[in-house]
């Protein structure tokens, strides 16, 4: 099975701050990865498709990049909104796997 | 407007089983395979597996076989996941999600608790 290795698994941060988490796959998955935003008690939405694409109606402050084993989500401004728990997830095999989560909390 | 809607939350003792639904609206059922997810109090998000909505065919995470079961009703565009002898640690919230990660297409269920307790 592929694992995911996400880190941070927290970062404190600033409104107004440029924040980056990464992704790294044990072996290449080529570009099948996406990122998710979950807020307590909410369903997961999903910011980033194919490592890169960003999801219809979310902000242009969120970027993916990366491709093979290692993958970044940037926030360029952070927004008071953004403080949430942040998920990748591999689709490259047809047994999927989340990363371990990455709670974004306020400075 | 693509829709997800899952059954109510349920408070099973250990052993009981228990069958959560997931209704699909808004789009071709059979056209997107049907995930699920689970998330223990607290804790991060952990897939499940998946459904061929055409075939009905599942395949299961490792850590998810034996009392998981996967099912459809496509007549009703409906998914249900199974869980069988029922354990304290199954306590958490159940999503279904019906995505494609080569494209936009990402819509998730709002989750069903299911507690057990005895």
């Known amino acids: 099975d592929i694992q995911m290795t996400q880190s941070p698994s927290s970062l404190s941060a600033s409104v107004g701050d440029r924040v980056t988490i990464t992704c790294r796959a044990s072996?290449?998955?080529?570009?099948?990865l996406g990122w998710y935003q979950q807020k307590p008690g909410k369903a997961p939405k999903r910011l980033i498709y194919?490592?890169?694409s960003l999801q219809s109606g979310v902000p242009s402050r969120f970027s993916g990049s990366g491709s093979g084993t290692e993958f970044t989500l940037t926030i360029s401004s952070l927004q008071p909104e953004d403080f949430a728990t942040y998920y990748c997830?591999?689709?490259?095999?047809?047994?999927?796997?989340f990363g371990q989560g990455t709670k974004l909390e306020i400075k | 407007q693509v829709q997800l809607v899952q059954s109510g939350s349920e408070l099973k003792k250990p052993g009981a089983s228990v069958k959560v639904s997931c209704k699909a609206s808004?789009?071709?059922?059979?056209?997107?395979?049907m995930n699920w997810v689970r998330q223990a109090p607290g804790q991060g998000l952990e897939w499940m597996g998946w459904?061929?909505?055409?075939?009905?065919?599942?395949t299961y995470a490792q850590g998810f076989t034996g009392r998981f079961v996967f099912s459809l009703d496509t007549s009703v565009s409906t998914a249900y996941l199974q869980i069988s002898s029922l354990k304290a640690e199954d306590t958490a919230v159940y999503y279904c999600?019906?995505?494609?990660?080569?494209?936009?297409?990402?819509?998730w269920g709002q989750g069903t608790l299911v507690t057990v307790s005895s």
């Open positions: 997830l591999q689709h490259n095999s047809y047994l999927y796997t």
């Open positions: 194919a490592a890169s």
């Open positions: 459904i061929n909505t055409n075939t009905g065919n599942p």
């Open positions: 808004g789009y071709t059922f059979t056209s997107y395979a």
């Open positions: 072996q290449g998955i080529r570009n099948d």
């Open positions: 999600a019906s995505f494609r990660g080569s494209s936009s297409f990402d819509y």
